[in-house]
Antibody, heavy 118, light 109 residues
Framework: QLQLQESGSGLVKPSQTLSLTCAVSGGSISSGEYSWSWIRQPPGKGLEWIGYIHYDESTYYNPSLQSRVTISADRSKTQFSLKMSSVTAADTAVYYC??????????WGQGTTVTVSS | DIQMTQSPSTLSASVGDRVTITCRASQSVSGWLAWYQQKPGKAPKVLIYMTSNLESGVPSRFSGSGSGTEFTLTISSLQPDDFATYYCQHYDTYSFIFTFGPGTKVDIK
């Protein structure tokens, strides 16, 4: 059974770079059937799509975040990562990774909380 | 960019009620529309994909429909486990962008 697990820096200082990794177990991230996505949810607010990486390593980002975000994949380690630069308090959120299948996010990680604070 | 809105933002209902949530797009969109359920402290769970396809394992009381700019999620008979927040999500095949609606919270009347 496919499982996703987020990990990374839980506390980031303003203006620094947020780095998160999503470890995928029980499956491969190289399959052409799936893409791999990051989504976030600020406290008490709704879901915001950040971006995704396709099996061919093409990437697509939310236009509002595009200038600060990079998603990459490490297929040898079966994981994909998120880097977000120049963070502010507005980037404080629960960050989720998810698998995309038939253009819906069908498997999600449990989420990891990132707080931006000095 | 295509904007998604949902109505109502909050819905108070009783067990057994038929519940309908509407998701509207700022322009006519394709049928790449999904619905998610999220409970406090948990990751979202997909219920419906491609407008009307029921995700495996999801109870048949959930259904989706719609086209163009208006899509609906219907719960035919609300159960205690269904009190949660529901989000629609669209994928734009031209810009390759996902967009979530703002959410509808279903709470107990």
């Amino acid at each position: 059974q496919l499982q996703l697990q987020e990990s990374g820096s839980g506390l980031v200082k303003p203006s620094q770079t947020l780095s998160l990794t999503c470890a995928v177990s029980g499956g491969s991230i190289s399959s052409g059937e799936y893409s791999w996505s990051w989504i976030r949810q600020p406290p008490g607010k709704g879901l915001e799509w950040i971006g995704y990486i396709h099996y061919d390593e093409s990437t697509y980002y939310n236009p509002s975040l595009q200038s600060r975000v990079t998603i990459s994949a490490d297929r040898s380690k079966t994981q994909f990562s998120l880097k977000m630069s120049s963070v502010t308090a507005a980037d404080t959120a629960v960050y989720y990774c998810a698998r995309i299948s038939s253009l819906r996010m069908d498997v999600w990680g449990q989420g990891t909380t990132v707080t931006v604070s000095s | 960019d295509i904007q998604m809105t949902q109505s109502p933002s909050t819905l108070s209902a009783s067990v057994g009620d038929r519940v309908t949530i509407t998701c509207r797009a700022s322009q006519s969109v394709s049928g790449w529309l999904a619905w998610y359920q999220q409970k406090p402290g948990k990751a979202p769970k997909v219920l419906i994909y491609m407008t009307s396809n029921l995700e495996s394992g999801v109870p048949s009381r959930f259904s989706g429909s719609g086209s163009g700019t208006e899509f609906t999620l219907t719960i035919s008979s609300l159960q205690p486990d269904d009190f949660a927040t529901y989000y629609c999500q669209h994928y734009d095949t031209y810009s390759f962008i996902f967009t979530f609606g703002p959410g509808t919270k279903v709470d107990i009347k």
